[in-house]
């Protein structure tokens, strides 16, 4: 990193999203957790493979090193500019708590999601793909997993700012590892769209979507998460990538689930994840990356299998209120 702090981009308005009216600002986000951030610092070696992105000098993100070390995923608004065209030029790597480095040192090692158009969210198209300059063989990358992960508990990740539920995200505070943990609750715009979970204190009063939350281990994503890791993690331990972080918001409007009323990562706000269980998604990936990456089972111990996706939450369709988002 260098001495100057990355800072996120600021993007235009998104246009309308089928009966959803949303906006969007502020690419780049962190976790921010129920408890004081300093109990969610990442140290266990299994989030390795997690990645912080310097863009161009300047734009902090997040990202996640694939299966074989040659290519990280991201979010396609941390490389593109508010109509989709590519801007980023150059991007520096870090994994491993900055024990490993890597370049990407061209435009064209870099590609993104055909359907992206720099602007409207929710559509489950915000990726992009990075080709290293050379492969890392010393920290392990993460197969993705093309199941259905909606209902599933997935363990967030990334570099973004940080804070708690209660006050929100810390500016300025991007570039540290933290986890936390949420469950996909709902498809944003019905049967097609980005995967939505909410950030929740345990109280049907700040709850958007789903259940209350999942209590101490609850956590949320705010600026610098952009491209960052959702995981699941299968009956043998191991994780599997199965989203990305696209972007954040709050319900506008009389609804009043927002605890403070303000997009900076508290309770009661949403996000949302460019997610894998759509075919067309993993058969991008397949076709840039290699068909080694991606995964449609997970591995089981003793008869165990992770907890499938609940097909009912399918129904809920989108939010059916007036959304406000931002780029993650």
Same mark, same amino acid.
């Given at each position: 990193?260098?001495?100057?702090?990355?800072?996120?981009?600021?993007?235009?308005? @998104?246009?309308?999203?089928?009966?959803?009216?949303?906006?969007?600002?502020?690419?780049?986000?962190?976790?921010?957790?129920? #408890?004081?951030?300093?109990?969610?610092?990442?140290?266990?070696? &299994?989030?390795?493979?997690?990645?912080?992105? !310097?863009?161009?000098?300047?734009?902090?993100?997040?990202?996640?090193?694939?299966?074989?070390?040659?290519?990280?995923?991201?979010?396609?608004?941390? =490389?593109?500019?508010?109509?989709?065209? !590519?801007? *980023?030029?150059?991007?520096?790597?870090?994994?491993?708590?900055?024990?490993?480095?890597?370049?990407?040192?061209? $435009?064209?090692?870099? $590609? =993104?999601?055909?359907?992206?158009?720099?602007? /409207?969210?929710?559509?489950?198209?915000?990726?992009?793909?990075?080709?290293?300059?050379?492969?890392?063989? &010393?920290?392990?990358?993460?197969?993705?997993?093309?199941?259905?992960?909606?209902?599933?508990?997935?363990?967030?990740?990334?570099?973004?700012?940080?804070?708690?539920?209660?006050?929100?995200? &810390?500016?300025?505070?991007?570039?540290?590892? +933290?986890?936390?943990?949420? /469950?996909?609750?709902?498809?944003?715009?019905?049967?097609?769209?980005?995967?939505?979970?909410?950030?929740?204190?345990? /109280?049907?009063?700040?709850?958007?979507?789903?259940?209350?939350?999942?209590?101490?281990?609850?956590?949320?994503?705010?600026?610098?998460?952009?491209?960052?890791?959702?995981?699941?993690? @299968? *009956?043998?331990?191991?994780?599997?990538? =199965?989203?990305? +972080?696209?972007?954040?918001?709050?319900? /506008?409007? &009389?609804?009043?689930?927002?605890?403070?009323?303000?997009?900076?990562?508290?309770?009661?706000?949403?996000?949302?994840?460019?997610?894998?269980?759509?075919? @067309? #998604?993993?058969?991008?990936?397949?076709?840039?990356?290699?068909?080694?990456? =991606?995964?449609?089972?997970?591995?089981?111990?003793?008869?165990?299998?992770?907890?499938?996706?609940?097909?009912? !939450?399918? *129904?809920?369709?989108?939010?059916?209120?007036?959304?406000?988002?931002?780029?993650?």
């Amino acid at each position: 990193m260098t001495a100057t702090t990355p800072t996120p981009r600021k993007l235009a308005l @998104a246009a309308p999203l089928l009966a959803l009216l949303a906006t969007a600002s502020e690419p780049a986000q962190a976790i921010v957790s129920t #408890t004081a951030s300093s109990n969610w610092l990442a140290t266990d070696d &299994s989030l390795d493979g997690v990645a912080k992105l !310097l863009i161009n000098g300047s734009t902090g993100c997040s990202g996640t090193l694939l299966a074989g070390g040659a290519y990280v995923l991201t979010a396609a608004h941390c =490389v593109t500019n508010s109509s989709g065209q !590519l801007t *980023a030029t150059q991007i520096s790597v870090t994994l491993d708590g900055g024990a490993v480095t890597a370049q990407v040192s061209a $435009s064209s090692q870099i $590609s =993104v999601y055909g359907s992206w158009n720099g602007s /409207t969210l929710g559509l489950n198209n915000d990726l992009a793909l990075l080709k290293l300059d050379s492969a890392v063989t &010393s920290v392990e990358g993460y197969q993705v997993y093309a199941g259905q992960s909606l209902g599933s508990t997935v363990i967030l990740a990334g570099y973004g700012y940080t804070g708690t539920g209660s006050t929100g995200y &810390s500016s300025g505070s991007f570039g540290t590892l +933290h986890w936390g943990m949420n /469950t996909y609750d709902l498809l944003y715009s019905g049967r097609s769209g980005s995967l939505v979970y909410d950030f929740d204190d345990g /109280t049907t009063a700040h709850n958007a979507t789903g259940s209350t939350g999942l209590g101490s281990t609850e956590a949320g994503i705010a600026p610098g998460d952009s491209g960052g890791a959702s995981f699941i993690a @299968a *009956a043998d331990g191991s994780y599997y990538l =199965v989203g990305v +972080h696209s972007f954040g918001g709050r319900e /506008t409007g &009389s609804d009043t689930t927002d605890i403070d009323g303000t997009l900076n990562g508290s309770y009661g706000e949403y996000a949302g994840d460019t997610g894998f269980y759509s075919a @067309a #998604t993993a058969r991008w990936l397949i076709g840039l990356a290699g068909s080694g990456v =991606v995964v449609t089972s997970l591995p089981t111990v003793a008869g165990l299998v992770p907890e499938p996706g609940s097909a009912a !939450l399918m *129904a809920a369709g989108g939010l059916l209120l007036a959304l406000r988002r931002r780029k993650a």
